[in-house]
C-alpha cells in the first residue's frame, strides 16, 4: 500500500486566488483528517469525516475553507480567497476501522500564499 | 476541552546518551489514548509509541520507553541509546476514547537534536 497520498507538496499561491489540496486515503480506512501546522499554532485538527460524512468542521479557521470528500478514497481541501496567514502545512490522515488507535498521515502541502 | 503541553521547545542529548522528553495534558475523560510522533526533516509524521490510560504498565517500543503517571496527567518520553537518526521534532498527543476516531490533539512539540 502507498499510503496516504496528499498532492501538490508544495505550492505556492497569489494572495486572492484558490487553492485546492488533494488527499488519497488508505484503501480501506473510513476516517479521513485534515490538520494545519504552523510555527505559532502547532498541529490543529481542521475538519474529520468518517465514512465519508464530514462530523466536525469546528476546527476550520473560516467560511474561506472548505472540505469535501466525494468519495471513500479521496478527500479535497479548499481555501478561497487565499491569505498570506493561511501559509502553512496542511497534513490529511486517515484511521482503519479496524485499527483506530493509529493515524496515518500523509507527508503534507506546505502552502504559500504571497 | 483536552489539552497537551510539551514544555521543553528544544533538547540536546549526545549521542549514544539517553534523554527524556516531557509531555502533560490535562482531560476530565478517564478513558483515553497517549501517542509520541517523530517529525523528521522530511516532514511524514511517525507513530513512535501509544499508550492504553486503562494501561498501567509502561508501553516500550526498541529504545523509545514511556512513563505515564495518570494521576499526574504525565506522559514522558525517554530514548535509550540516542541515534543522529532520532533528530527531529517529538509531538506529543491525545485521542479520547475512540482511539483516534474523533482527532488528536498535539502538543506544540519538542526540537531533539543530536550531537555526534
Known amino acids: 500500500d502507498a499510503g496516504v497520498i496528499q498532492s501538490p507538496r508544495h505550492e505556492v499561491t497569489e494572495m486572492g486566488q484558490e487553492v485546492t489540496l488533494r488527499c488519497k486515503l488508505i484503501?480501506?480506512?473510513?476516517?479521513l483528517f485534515w490538520y494545519r501546522q504552523t510555527m505559532m499554532r502547532g498541529l490543529e485538527l481542521l475538519i474529520y469525516?468518517?465514512?465519508?460524512?464530514?462530523?466536525?468542521d469546528s476546527g476550520m479557521p473560516e467560511d474561506r475553507f472548505s472540505a469535501k470528500m466525494p468519495n471513500a478514497s479521496f478527500s479535497t481541501l479548499k481555501i478561497q480567497p487565499s491569505e498570506p496567514r493561511d501559509s502553512a502545512v496542511y497534513f490529511c490522515?486517515?484511521?482503519?476501522?479496524?485499527?483506530?488507535?493509529?493515524?496515518?498521515f500523509g507527508q503534507g502541502t506546505r502552502l504559500t500564499v504571497v | 476541552a483536552q489539552t497537551v503541553t510539551q514544555s521543553q521547545p528544544e533538547m540536546s542529548v549526545q549521542e549514544a546518551e539517553t534523554v527524556t522528553l516531557s509531555c502533560t495534558y490535562d482531560?476530565?475523560?478517564?478513558?483515553?489514548?497517549l501517542f509520541w510522533y517523530k517529525q523528521p526533516p522530511s516532514r511524514q509524521m511517525i507513530l513512535v509509541i501509544r499508550?492504553?490510560?486503562?494501561?498501567?504498565q509502561n508501553a516500550t517500543e526498541n529504545r523509545f520507553s514511556v512513563n505515564f503517571q495518570k494521576a499526574a496527567k504525565s506522559f514522558s518520553l525517554k530514548i535509550s541509546d540516542s541515534q543522529l537518526g532520532d533528530a527531529a521534532m517529538y509531538f506529543c498527543?491525545?485521542?479520547?476514547?475512540?482511539?483516534?476516531?474523533?482527532?488528536?490533539?498535539f502538543g506544540k512539540g519538542t526540537h531533539l537534536i543530536i550531537q555526534p
Open positions: 490522515a486517515s484511521i482503519s476501522p479496524s485499527r483506530d488507535t493509529e493515524a496515518f
Open positions: 484503501s480501506g480506512h473510513n476516517s
Open positions: 469525516f468518517n465514512n465519508n460524512v464530514p462530523i466536525d
Open positions: 482531560t476530565s475523560e478517564s478513558d483515553y489514548y
Open positions: 499508550q492504553e490510560a486503562y494501561k498501567q
Open positions: 498527543a491525545y485521542a479520547s476514547s475512540g482511539g483516534g476516531a474523533d482527532g488528536l490533539t
